[in-house]
T-cell receptor
Framework: AQKVTQAQTEISVVEKEDVTLDCVYE???????LFWYKQPPSGELVFLIRRNSFDEQNEISGRYSWNFQKSTSSFNFTITASQVVDSAVYFCAVTTDSWGKFQFGAGTQVVVTP | NAGVMQNPRHLVRRRGQEARLRCSPM?????VYWYRQLPEEGLKFMVYLQKENIIDESGMPKERFSAEFPKEGPSILRIQQVVRGDSAAYFCASSPVGDPDGYTFGSGTRLTVV
């Protein structure tokens, strides 16, 4: 069975500050996929990134960046120069090569104030 | 190419009534998954279906809940004799066979039991 821990329940920042969201996962499988989703106040899930277990390269997409550290089972997410529109709940999730049964973390609420 | 379509977006039921939630997967997707998000919590896996087949229902409550994905038509999540604790957002996701990039969530159905 897999497990995802997002230890930060809520993070509040002022606009333009950077914010890093932690994600620690557990799985016995050697092949797995990690995800980040954003859930804005409107409630839908917005896909941000997928990373497979064989690809430890960090990734940057605009103001978003991800740090995948297999040695510590972490897949952290950083928002650089945060904006009010980044206010949302962010979920980290893992699934194994059986593909489909996601295990989500409890989510981190990010509040960005002007 | 329309995404995963869930309807209704919002559903209000009185205690004891039945709730039917529908999910139409993306074109070409033959796998459907249902998740439940209780207030202030992350998403929890409920059931994984293929056409006319339940593959994994380990997350389904033992009573009152059922799911189907018929040969024709949408997948249905059915909750009989709803109680206040069933109030949640229910998300459906679909995927094609063996394609991690294709996993897509719908916008969810928010069920309120009054």
């Amino acid at each position: 069975a897999q497990k995802v821990t997002q230890a930060q329940t809520e993070i509040s920042v002022v606009e333009k500050e950077d914010v890093t969201l932690d994600c620690v996962y557990e799985t016995r499988d050697t092949t797995y996929y990690l995800f980040w989703y954003k859930q804005p106040p409107s409630g839908e899930l917005v896909f941000l990134i997928r990373r497979n277990s064989f690809d430890e390269q960090n990734e940057i997409s605009g103001r978003y960046s991800w740090n995948f550290q297999k040695s510590t089972s972490s897949f952290n997410f950083t928002i650089t120069a945060s904006q009010v529109v980044d206010s949302a709940v962010y979920f980290c999730a893992v699934t194994t090569d059986s593909w489909g049964k996601f295990q989500f973390g409890a989510g981190t609420q990010v509040v960005v104030t002007p | 190419n329309a995404g995963v379509m869930q309807n209704p977006r919002h559903l209000v039921r009185r205690r004891g009534q039945e709730a039917r939630l529908r999910c139409s997967p993306m074109k070409g997707h033959s796998h459907v998954y249902w998740y439940r998000q209780l207030p202030e919590e992350g998403l929890k896996f409920m059931v994984y279906l293929q056409k006319e087949n339940i593959i994994d229902e380990s997350g389904m409550p033992k009573e009152r809940f059922s799911a189907e994905f018929p040969k024709e038509g949408p997948s249905i999540l059915r909750i009989q004799q709803v109680v206040r604790g069933d109030s949640a957002a229910y998300f459906c996701a679909s995927s094609p066979v063996g394609d991690p990039d294709g996993y897509t969530f719908g916008s969810g159905t928010r069920l309120t039991v009054v």
